[in-house]
């Protein structure tokens, strides 16, 4: 269904607003409509202290409704409207605790998504001949056009160059990561790529969009396994959820992909809840290192968790199990070689591996860090948690019996299903065995470990430029207002109207000058007169 509103039409260039309405719009507002609802009754408690609360709830709404504008739209003159939304929004968000870190952090994602808008402002420009903007009615063979549609996407959901803001995203308050990073935001690139999933196969864009999602995959799930950050662990697992998506998409298949993005977003959502809720008690210490023990505090909280992370790891009948069993399997039936196959349950094992990590640290760690003293029963936190830790449950089967009940089925070899499991244990035990290694041993590696962790030094490119900018602007603003520009610029004017007015003063001040002025008017009333004079003669 189309509903389009004319805005105004300029020559043969009609820019409308247009609502396409379809099952899978549907459902992901609703999807992201329960889940922001479930985050504003959470941050009703988790916000309760502080003093600007109502203005980060409004701020909150605002990204919702531009998330909204976003996925009801496949113009691109109205996709700009939620598109930068999101983009501003989520830098207010994410500098709210005021501090070097969260600026820094700020600063870094608004410029990489600077990048997607100015990709998609060359597109509307690239657009304008066609005299309409609208992308589902036109099967583009223009590379460019395509490469720049591909860059836009990848921005905003944090594909591997330009994977780094999701990370340092993590300044923001807990209940923004839950909606920000599960549901909204980072999805938003892979909705509009499902959406327009066709343009990228006519240009067989498909190798290309497979690699960036191979590449994400990994590298988010090894930075997982190496980070002590409890946020941006779980960030991590979301871009490499991600990355799996993308892979996907880029054989086509587009209501699976959809299938596991919103029961993804179901438990990655309860996940960060339940992070926010650990760190609370643990004093708003966010290092694993320091938790542990967690399962005699907390015990209501680790269990939400503990499902939720289990359905991150597929396991069966929880809802991640539907989702994510269903996309590797259509993986397993598709013609792909062997690399990727290799390099998917390398990912799997990853997956697996800093799930247990984390659950390891939350509950069988040693606690060195007395965290009794900041415990407290939230009922609306845990309403919320409730609610969403049912959704995780029920809603992978549910979504599984409504679409795919009559859609495909697929049925494949026993042992080629046994290997996906066969990893899951694999990568289990290779846990345990790293647990009992000894330490020398890893410190043996510790250069490798290192490179890794710093995201192959990704974030240290990231963070240059952006110090390179910051100096840049800095320049600028001593140069401009600073300096002799301020004093010819604005001050250079007040200087001059002051003269002249203080010569004007002057002359009215001086006796003798006042005289020859009174001489001057005196001469010109005597001219005038004569001239009206002669004027009326001639009539």
């Known amino acids: 269904m189309f509903i389009e509103w004319m805005i105004f039409s300029l020559h043969s260039c009609d820019i409308k607003f247009i609502m396409f309405i379809d099952w899978m719009m549907l459902m992901f507002i609703s999807v992201v409509m329960f889940i922001s609802s479930m985050v504003m009754i959470y941050s009703k408690e988790y916000m309760m202290m502080d003093l600007k609360k109502k203005y980060f709830i409004m701020i909150l709404m605002m990204f919702v409704i531009s998330m909204i504008l976003m996925i009801i739209s496949p113009n691109i003159i109205s996709i700009i409207l939620g598109w930068d939304g999101l983009g501003l929004i989520s830098y207010c968000l994410i500098i709210y605790y ?34 309409s903007w609208n992308l589902l009615f036109y099967s583009f063979n223009n590379k460019m056009f395509i490469m720049m549609f591909l860059i836009m996407l990848m921005t905003k959901s944090a594909q591997v160059p330009f994977s780094m803001w999701l990370p340092a995203a993590m300044a923001a308050p807990t209940p923004v990561s839950s909606l920000v990073h599960s549901s909204t935001l980072v999805t938003a690139g892979i909705f509009l790529l499902m959406r327009f999933n066709k343009i990228f196969l006519l240009n067989s864009m498909s190798i290309i969009i497979m690699f960036f999602g191979l590449m994400t995959m990994l590298i988010a799930s090894i930075n997982a396994l190496m980070e002590f950050d409890f946020k941006k662990i779980i960030a991590f697992s979301t871009l490499s959820q991600l990355g799996l998506m993308m892979l996907m998409l880029s054989l086509g298949m587009t209501n699976y992909v959809f299938f596991h993005l919103i029961s993804h977003a179901m438990f990655k959502s309860l996940l960060f809840l339940c992070s926010g809720v650990m760190i609370h008690y643990m004093n708003s210490m966010q290092d694993i290192r320091y938790m542990g023990n967690l399962i005699n505090e907390t015990p209501l ?10 359905s991150l790891c597929g396991f069966p009948f929880l809802s991640g199990f539907y989702s994510k069993d269903l996309l590797y399997e259509m993986m397993l039936i598709s013609n792909l070689n062997k690399l990727t196959y290799y390099m998917l349950y390398l990912c799997i094992m990853l997956t697996m591996m800093y799930s247990i990590r984390l659950t390891y640290y939350l509950i069988f760690n040693l606690n060195m860090f007395n965290s009794l003293s900041m415990k407290f029963d939230s009922f609306l936190m845990n309403t919320s948690m409730c609610l969403l830790f049912y959704m995780s449950i029920i809603f992978g089967s549910m979504i599984n019996w409504l679409l795919f009940s009559s859609l495909m089925l697929s049925i494949i070899d026993l042992n080629i299903k046994f290997n996906l499991y066969l990893m899951m244990l694999l990568s289990s035990s290779m846990m345990l065995i790293m647990k009992i290694i000894y330490i020398d041993y890893k410190l043996f590696f510790y250069n490798l470990i290192n490179l890794l962790s710093m995201f192959l030094y990704l974030l240290k490119i990231s963070l240059y430029n ?22 010819y610029g604005s001050f250079m004017m007040k200087f001059i109207l ?27 009333g005597i001219y005038l007169f004569l001239y009206l004079y002669s004027l009326n003669k001639t009539l």
């Not at 952006?466 to 004093?487: A, P, R, T, V």
């Not at 203080?502 to 001469?523: A, E, H, P």
């Open 98 to 131: 005021q501090n070097m870190y969260s600026y820094n952090s700020g600063m870094l994602t608004l410029l990489i998504n600077r990048i997607g808008d100015v990709m998609l402002l060359m597109m509307i420009f690239m657009m304008l001949n066609l005299g």
């Open 301 to 310: 909280v680790v269990l939400y968790f503990n499902f939720s992370n289990l």
């Open 466 to 487: 952006n110090f390179n900018l910051l100096k840049f602007s800095q320049l600028l603003m001593n140069i401009n207002d600073l300096s002799w520009n301020e004093y």
């Open 498 to 524: 002051n003269k002249i007015n203080l010569m004007t003063f002057s002359l009215y001040i001086n006796k003798f000058m006042l005289m020859i002025l009174m001489f001057i008017y005196f001469i010109m």
